[in-house]
């Protein structure tokens, strides 16, 4: 969408979506980064006024509320108490009314003493730039941290976003424009905003004429390897269309951590249970799981196949591939594939430390013809 002139807008159906992922990723990340951390951000570079048209809440209300529904729940535990003793985060919001709608809302909620709010009236750009310069200058690092950047355009620094992840325990969570940047690539007077964002000149040497499907693939995919090349050892990108089924953008998440490659899978097959990483607005949000059907299991066994065509494997291996290198989430491959792949001998069992038949535990090793 081009960027609203009020200070409150209608929410789409895409947006909600999103709010989905997000919410749910919340849901996992602050409990596993709370356990032993005892200080972690939540960042949300474009923020926003904090509400929708209809009193629906925006990214930074979804946020503190899944904050506070972790300190209250781990509260209550009377053993195996987390760490956690603050959570920060940080709203920054350049239109200068919205940020003071998200303050006043903020304001008007109960929020845990744990939790350290802070709306920062200035564009995302600079102010994570002083916040990378200030933990250089004290020779520090960032604390844990997960980051939002839904900007409305494209003027994203992609070497900001490589010094962000250049400290260990950061995430990132990216709206990447495709409507916008596929629209202007090749247009006079976009060359250097066009480099920032893809962090080198490398968008100069795409062919993109070609067909609209191959001419996606193509820009999308030369985002992507910069991330995995230069930014995040895992990447994950979930497309986002609209009502004309045209995509509108992608939403890349990036991370070098496993644990949190897997609970973001989960919460964006919250949003397509297909496994087509992908949501329309003619789909409804409300719905719960947006697209009612079975994950592709044939596709997923062709790629384990492919992958480990005469080739002997332990389980680790396998279930690190459909993680890493599958859309697809490590609960797929085992009833679905495996056991009726050994049923029809098309995989023998060399060895495994398993009870009872149709298991596969750590350490169990398969030969695939």
């Known amino acids: 969408m081009s960027q609203p002139k009020t200070t409150l807008w209608e929410l789409e159906p895409h947006t909600e979506a999103k709010h989905i992922i997000l919410r749910n990723y919340l849901r996992a990340w ?50 195996n108490k987390p760490a956690i003793q603050e959570i920060v985060m940080i709203f920054i919001e ?19 003493k744990k939790i350290k709010p802070q709306v920062i009236n200035l564009n995302f750009e600079d102010t994570a730039t002083d916040i990378l310069k200030e933990l250089e200058k004290s020779k520090a690092q960032l604390a844990p941290a997960f980051l939002f950047v839904d900007p409305f355009g494209y003027n994203l620094s992609f070497e900001l976003i490589q010094k962000l992840m250049d400290n260990p325990k950061c995430e990132v969570f990216i709206n990447f424009m495709y409507e916008f940047i596929n629209r202007f690539i090749k247009r006079n007077g976009q060359e250097a905003v066009m480099t920032k964002l893809f962090g080198n000149e490398d968008w100069k040497e795409l062919d993109l004429d070609c067909e609209p499907e191959q001419r996606r693939e193509r820009i999308h995919g030369l985002y992507q390897e910069q991330l995995v090349n230069n930014a995040a050892q895992y990447v994950r990108s979930f497309e986002m269309k609209g009502k004309r089924k045209s995509t509108k953008y992608f939403l890349f998440y990036g991370t070098n951590h496993k644990t949190g490659l897997s609970k973001m899978k989960d919460a ?44 002997t494997v332990s389980v680790d291996e396998i279930e690190d591939f459909v993680l890493c290198s599958t859309p697809f989430k490590t609960t797929h491959y085992k009833k ?3 056991i009726p792949m050994e049923k029809n001998a098309e995989i023998r069992i060399v060895s495994s430390s398993r009870k009872k038949k149709n298991s596969y535990p750590s350490g169990t090793i398969i030969q695939f013809p």
Request: one cysteine or more.
């Open 268 to 311: 964006m097959w919250s949003v397509d249970a297909g496994g087509r990483y992908t949501f329309s607005d003619s789909t409804n949000p409300k719905q719960g799981v947006l697209f009612n059907v079975e994950p592709d299991y044939a596709y997923l066994k062709v790629l384990i196949c492919e992958k480990f065509s005469g080739m």
């Open 94 to 112: 350049e239109d200068t009314d919205r940020a003071i709608h998200l303050e006043e809302k903020i304001d008007s909620m109960e929020i845990h």
């Open 30 to 79: 602050f409990p596993i980064m709370g356990q032993y951390n005892s200080r972690i951000l939540f960042l949300d570079g474009y923020a926003g006024p904090g509400q929708y048209d209809n009193g629906e809440d925006g990214s930074p209300i979804i946020a503190i509320k899944e904050a506070i529904q972790y300190l209250e729940t781990s509260e209550k535990r009377t053993s």
């Open 336 to 338: 679905p594939i495996l």
